[in-house]
């Protein structure tokens, strides 16, 4: 089970960007002003977990 939540993440705005398909810089932007609330800074690594990502965007994310 360990494995599966290990796998479940993704780790920096590059790898974000691209599972949401936006840009990089709009990923950023987001990510710093707050716009994705599901994502944690990790020793200055952005982070979020897959499945609460796309919870939000389907507006399942209960903040």
């Known amino acids: 089970m360990a494995d599966d ?4 993440l993704i780790w920096g705005v590059q790898q974000i960007a691209k599972e949401i398909g936006r840009g990089e810089r709009q990923v950023y932007h987001m990510l710093s002003s707050g716009a994705l609330p599901v994502a944690r800074k990790v020793g200055g690594h952005w982070v979020v977990p897959r499945r609460r ?11």
Do not use: R, T
């Open 53 to 63: 990502l796309w919870a939000f965007f389907n507006g399942a994310e209960a903040a």
């Open 5 to 8: 939540a290990k796998d479940d």
